[in-house]
C-alpha cells in the first residue's frame, strides 16, 4: 500500500463509521496487508474521526491479551486501539444503545498514566511500565461490531478500524494499587443480574501490565509514545458478550471495586 492507499481506506471506515453504516471487507487494493499497514490506516482514521467532531484520541484498547479472547476471536496476539474523549465514561453509565450497530461488553482492568512511556533500549518490561501508572481501575470496555461479518475480516482490517473499540465505562480509580497482586484478582461480569463470565487480572498476559509494556512497545516501533493522562484498556478477562436495548452490564473485580452500564 502507498500513502494514498492509507488514506483512501482509512476515509472508507472513518466514513462508515460517521454514517452508521455497516462495513463490508476492505476493497482488496485498500486491505492492509500486513499489522505494520494496519496501524498506519488506524493512524489516518484517528485524524479523520477527530476532524469529524468525533473527539480526540485520550487513551487505548489492547484486544486479545488473554486466552478467552484469543480463543474467540482466533487471533493470537495483542491488537491495539484508540479511546476517543466523548466514549470514556465513569462509574454508571447510561448509554445510548442507538448510538452502536452491534454492541458488545468485555469486563477489563484499566490503567491511567501519570508520566509518558517513551521508547526504552531493549524494550518494557511490565516493571519499567509500572512506574508510569497513576490508578488503576476496573472497567467496562464496549465494543461494536461495524462489520458485514467479522469472521471473515482479516486481522490487519480489524486493527485499522480500532479492533471494534467503542468506547469504556471506568471504576473509582486505585491509587494504592502496589498493594495488590495483579496477578490474581478474581473477576466477573452480569448481564441483567446473572453471572455470564468469570476471569482473573492474571489471565491477561500473566500480569496486567505486560499488555502496558507491550502497547508500549508497539507504539515506539511507530515512533510514537505513550503520554501522560491517557488511559489504556488492558484487555478481558471474560469473552465478549452482545448486549440487547435495556440490558443492565455490572464488572466486578475484587480490590478494584464494580463498575456499571445500562444500554437504553
Avoid at 196 to 209: A, Q
Wanted: aromatic share 8%; hydrophobic share 40%; charged share 25%.
Amino acid at each position: 500500500m502507498q500513502a494514498n492507499d492509507f488514506h483512501t481506506a482509512a476515509e472508507y471506515i472513518s466514513g462508515a463509521r460517521i454514517d452508521g453504516r455497516r462495513m463490508s471487507a476492505l476493497p482488496i487494493d485498500l486491505r492492509p496487508a500486513d499489522e505494520a499497514a494496519a496501524y498506519e490506516v488506524q493512524a489516518e482514521v484517528h485524524e479523520l474521526l477527530a476532524s469529524s467532531g468525533r473527539g480526540r484520541v485520550v487513551g487505548h484498547k489492547i484486544g486479545c491479551t488473554t486466552p478467552v479472547m484469543q480463543e474467540f476471536l482466533g487471533i493470537n496476539n495483542p491488537c491495539g486501539g484508540a479511546l476517543y474523549q466523548p466514549s470514556v465514561h465513569f462509574q454508571e453509565a447510561m448509554l445510548k444503545y442507538a448510538d452502536y450497530l452491534h454492541p458488545g461488553v468485555e469486563a477489563e482492568v484499566a490503567v491511567f498514566l501519570g508520566q509518558d512511556i517513551g521508547g526504552r533500549d531493549g524494550g518494557h518490561d511490565r516493571d519499567s511500565v509500572a512506574e508510569a501508572v497513576q490508578a488503576v481501575f476496573v472497567g467496562i470496555e464496549v465494543v461494536d461490531d461495524r462489520w458485514d461479518d467479522y469472521t471473515k475480516i482479516e486481522t490487519p482490517s480489524l486493527i485499522a478500524d480500532d479492533f471494534f473499540g467503542a468506547g469504556c465505562v471506568l471504576g473509582e480509580p486505585v491509587a494504592d494499587w502496589r498493594d495488590l497482586d495483579l496477578t490474581s484478582l478474581p473477576g466477573e461480569m452480569r448481564i441483567n443480574g446473572e453471572v455470564v463470565g468469570r476471569g482473573s487480572s492474571g489471565d491477561i498476559l500473566g500480569h496486567p501490565f505486560e499488555a502496558l509494556a507491550w502497547l508500549a512497545n508497539s507504539v515506539a516501533e511507530r515512533g510514537d509514545s505513550l503520554r501522560l493522562g491517557q488511559i489504556v484498556m488492558l484487555g478481558s478477562v471474560v469473552q465478549t458478550k452482545w448486549v440487547d436495548h435495556m440490558d443492565q452490564v455490572e464488572v466486578e473485580i475484587e480490590k478494584l471495586g464494580k463498575v456499571t452500564a445500562w444500554f437504553g
